[in-house]
């Protein structure tokens, strides 16, 4: 059995191309369609009811692509809206439960920190599925509200010292705390992972969600019978909300490939208002 329908991956803007990443590496020859919320990011700042409105909007818009599963690779979406992907025609696959699930795994001393953008944190959402996993465990959070903004910026280099005092100040109350597990809760933060891992140093284990969340995505594709039957390289339409010419540039160092401009289009969002999933 097989299924060559592409995947469909969103985010609030380019963060979720971390995980297209790792989805890319793992699992090559699937087709896969983005669409990056570029003109509404970002989400991390916003309540939960227009958070939820528009990952309904994000999720109709890939289902009118007729993709055979939803990736939310947007750590904001996965802790404060996860149940919009609950009736979708499709499997929908999230983040917050892939990398909490990992972290369990890897922490020896059972204290496990958390960064996140402010709503991720405010909804505790990391901190109750740990507990129900590791009742015994510390959590400590740190929302780093700096770090969207400075890799959107392309400012992500670990010898960059505006990039090091920034990680150093939202690092060091988690690190005072001893943590031994890091979950990276933001889709933005992959690309921070040197300089994060120089400030916390080497005892310090970091979870990378996009990694957990394409085994996650490879296991329940080849459970069901659902890969792609192909053996070339799968290829990736991207969409967003805003120019299609500003995403280019960042979008490529999070991919860790060039972006042809051409794959890129713009559409208005706000036209998959009339939730079909709700
Ligand atoms: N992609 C978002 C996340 O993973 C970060 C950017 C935003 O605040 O929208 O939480």
């Given amino acids: 059995m097989s299924d060559n329908r592409a995947i469909g ?16 590496k793992q699992l090559p020859f699937e087709d896969i369609v983005y669409f990056g919320d570029t003109g509404r990011v970002p989400y991390g700042t916003r309540s939960r009811d227009t958070i939820r409105k528009y990952a309904l909007q994000d999720e109709k818009f890939l289902l009118s692509h007729n993709v055979k599963l939803v990736v939310a690779a947007c750590g904001t979406v996965s802790s404060v809206a996860a149940d919009t992907g609950d009736n979708l025609p499709v499997p929908f696959i999230e983040v917050v439960s892939n990398s909490v699930r990992a972290a369990v795994k890897a922490t020896k001393n059972k204290r496990i920190g958390i960064l996140g953008t402010a709503a991720t944190v405010n909804s505790g959402e990391h901190k109750r599925q740990i507990l129900k996993l590791l009742p015994d465990a510390l959590v400590s959070q740190n929302a780093a509200s700096l770090f969207v903004p400075l890799v959107e910026e392309g400012w992500y280099k670990a010898d960059d010292t505006v990039v090091l005092n920034t990680v150093e100040r939202y690092l060091k109350p ?16 992959p690309v921070l992972e040197e300089a994060i891992a120089k ?18 995505v490879k296991n329940y594709l080849s459970q069901n019978g659902a890969l792609c039957e192909g053996s070339e390289k799968g290829k990736i339409d991207f ?26 289009k713009q559409v208005n969002i706000g036209k998959y208002d009339e939730g079909c999933n709700n």
């Fill in 174 to 189: 988690l690190l005072d705390e001893g943590v031994d597990t890091l979950i990276l809760g933001c889709t933005h933060f």
């Fill in 9 to 24: 991956v969103f985010d609030s803007g380019l963060g979720g191309l971390t995980v297209v990443r790792e989805l890319v």
């Fill in 199 to 216: 400030v916390a140093g080497s005892g310090v284990t970091l979870i990378n969600m996009g990694e957990e969340t394409a085994i996650s």
């Fill in 239 to 264: 969409y967003v909300s805003d120019k299609a010419d500003s995403f280019r540039k960042t979008a490529s160092v999070l991919l860790g490939e060039e972006i042809d401009d051409k794959k890129v």
